[in-house]
């Protein structure tokens, strides 16, 4: 997959959640989602917050930084603080225009990726980033964050084979969810086979390894993104596979947990 393709599907995946969200009633803003804290205003917040961040990323590598020793003064503080520095300003905004904000900035990362180079590494929160995986990683925030908010309001948002980009990234990001909690990656293979929103099956993995997940693509990106539990997913997986599904992280940021199942 191309930087150009990946690009062309993160707005489209921003323009799928717009559709969710612009006709929402000033009560469905004030929604919770599953996100602790976070109503479906700040879902949105966030990613303006983070949009604007990426566009600074890409512009202005040293005044990123900069943004990052923002978010390092005030964490020791607790989360209560990190929500006041990246969704303060706009817990102040009336939906619209929250909504228009997060229009504009995602515009303007649009733009700012426009002529981005694949060679290109770009500082993110953690090590640097590759040019794809830089825009994978906005994509699938969108995604997620967008989750949270058709959970919270009760909407419907058809699956699309844009998944296969969080997909990849859940699966590139097996090693990094043990390397993030302090443990010691396996050195076993695991082979993934999901099927996709169009029916096409993706594999990710060598051919002979002998542990796996088997499944909908839909629920390994939920399950990587950490907004369901497998046991809650129609996933089969072999047990060094769930000793993995149960730590995915497919995000940057400090070890997180998922949901707990709820089905068993």
């Not at 997959?1 to 799928?16: N, T, V």
């Not at 809650?232 to 995915?248: F, K, R, S």
Request: one cysteine or more.
């Amino acid at each position: 997959m191309d930087l150009a393709s990946i690009r062309r599907d993160l707005i489209a995946e921003q323009d799928a959640l717009d559709i969710i969200v612009a006709p929402l009633t000033l009560d469905q803003w004030s929604v919770p989602t599953p996100s602790v804290r976070w109503f479906v205003a700040d879902q949105i917040g966030h990613l303006a917050y983070f949009d604007d961040a990426a566009v600074l990323a890409i512009a202005d590598p040293d005044a990123f930084v900069m943004k990052i020793g923002e978010l390092l003064a005030v964490a020791p503080n607790g989360d209560e603080a990190m929500d006041e520095l990246t969704l303060g300003s706009f817990r102040r905004m009336a939906p619209d225009e929250l909504l228009g904000t997060w229009r504009t900035h995602r515009q303007r990362l649009a733009e700012a990726s426009l002529d981005l180079d694949e060679s290109r590494r770009v500082p993110w929160y953690g090590p640097a980033m590759g040019a794809k995986s830089f825009l994978t990683a906005r994509l699938m925030e969108t995604w997620a964050h967008g989750q949270d908010i058709v959970d919270a309001v009760g909407a419907t948002r058809p699956a699309t084979d844009r998944l296969v980009h969080i997909a990849q990234l859940g699966f590139l990001t097996r090693g990094w969810s043990y390397a993030n909690r302090g443990l010691e990656p396996p050195t076993e293979p695991v082979r993934v086979n999901l099927t996709a929103p169009s029916g096409a099956t993706w594999t990710f993995g060598p051919e002979d390894a002998t542990q796996s997940v088997t499944g909908d693509a839909t629920d390994f990106c939920l399950v990587v993104t950490q907004r369901r539990h497998w046991k809650d997913t129609a996933l089969v997986a072999t047990p060094l596979a769930v000793d993995w599904l149960e730590m995915a992280q497919a995000f940057a940021g400090p070890p997180t947990s998922g949901p707990a199942a709820q089905l068993g």
